[in-house]
């Protein structure tokens, strides 16, 4: 009887020796596949598919980490049947279509964007200048300043010199470091107000009026902060 005990005793050893020692090998492998994934995630790129990293030997500040503002949340514009209008004081007015503004030679240019909050953030921007604009809409002499009239301050949400406009060669960013501006950024193009604060930079425009009124403030400008 004691040896029929002391058989049992090693047999049921060594069938349970097999699973005990594959526990430290799941183990093993479990953590290798951990350790895979978070470096998988810790070396993942900022950048969107397409995206560029650096322009003119500039890095650029990845759209995802980029700051934004919004007076009423996303605007949403409609591609195929948007138009942006350019009057006032003009010879002839203008109705462009997304489309339309594409055909215009497009410029790049490296901008930093500073924020009164005190973040900032250097971006590639391309798209057509609002001098090749205004010059087939025949801007008249007594005109001034351009309104940037938006969906979501339809009546005016801010204006730009035209000597600062013209100086500074302003154009309209239909592209964010090379893809297609976002619509939370202001789809179909921000206008890229260099050298002025982020709320100079006006999105989701839809029209853009030629005026001699340069007592006119826009949303901002109004609630007390600089033209």
């Given at each position: 009887?004691?040896?029929?005990?002391?058989?049992?005793v090693?047999?049921?050893?060594?069938?349970?020796?097999?699973?005990?020692?594959?526990?430290?090998?799941?183990?093993?492998?479990?953590?290798?596949?951990?350790?895979?994934?978070?470096?998988?995630?810790s070396?993942?790129?900022?950048?969107?598919?397409?995206?560029?990293?650096?322009?003119?030997?500039?890095?650029?500040?990845?759209?995802?980490?980029?700051?934004?503002?919004?007076?009423?949340?996303?605007?949403?514009?409609?591609?195929?049947?948007?138009?942006?209008?350019?009057?006032?004081?003009?010879?002839?007015?203008?109705?462009?279509?997304?489309?339309?503004?594409?055909?215009y030679?497009?410029?790049?240019?490296?901008?930093?964007?500073?924020?009164?909050?005190?973040?900032?953030f250097?971006?590639?921007?391309?798209?057509?200048?609002?001098?090749?604009?205004?010059?087939?809409?025949?801007?008249?002499?007594?005109?001034?300043?351009?309104?940037f009239?938006?969906?979501?301050?339809?009546?005016?949400?801010?204006?730009?010199?035209?000597?600062?406009?013209?100086?500074?060669?302003?154009?309209?960013?239909?592209?964010?470091?090379?893809?297609?501006?976002?619509?939370?950024?202001?789809?179909?193009?921000?206008?890229?107000?260099?050298?002025?604060?982020?709320?100079?930079?006006?999105k989701?425009?839809?029209?853009?009026?030629?005026?001699?009124?340069?007592?006119?403030?826009?949303?901002?400008?109004?609630?007390?902060?600089?033209?």
């Amino acid at each position: 009887m004691k040896y029929q005990i002391i058989i049992v005793v090693i047999i049921i050893t060594l069938v349970l020796l097999p699973a005990c020692r594959s526990s430290p090998t799941t183990t093993s492998i479990s953590t290798s596949i951990a350790s895979s994934s978070t470096l998988t995630t810790s070396t993942s790129s900022p950048y969107a598919p397409g995206e560029a990293i650096e322009y003119e030997g500039l890095p650029l500040t990845p759209i995802s980490e980029q700051g934004n503002n919004a007076l009423a949340g996303t605007q949403h514009i409609d591609r195929n049947t948007y138009r942006l209008r350019v009057d006032g004081l003009v010879d002839n007015p203008l109705s462009l279509s997304y489309d339309d503004l594409q055909k215009y030679p497009q410029i790049s240019k490296a901008v930093v964007l500073y924020c009164v909050e005190g973040w900032y953030f250097n971006a590639k921007w391309t798209g057509p200048s609002l001098e090749s604009i205004f010059s087939d809409a025949g801007v008249k002499p007594e005109a001034q300043i351009a309104i940037f009239y938006t969906m979501d301050v339809p009546e005016g949400y801010t204006s730009l010199d035209l000597v600062f406009i013209h100086d500074n060669n302003i154009i309209l960013g239909m592209k964010l470091n090379d893809l297609i501006v976002p619509e939370e950024r202001g789809f179909p193009f921000k206008v890229v107000a260099e050298h002025k604060s982020g709320y100079k930079w006006a999105k989701w425009v839809t029209r853009i009026e030629l005026s001699d009124n340069t007592a006119f403030r826009g949303y901002w400008e109004s609630a007390g902060y600089p033209n």
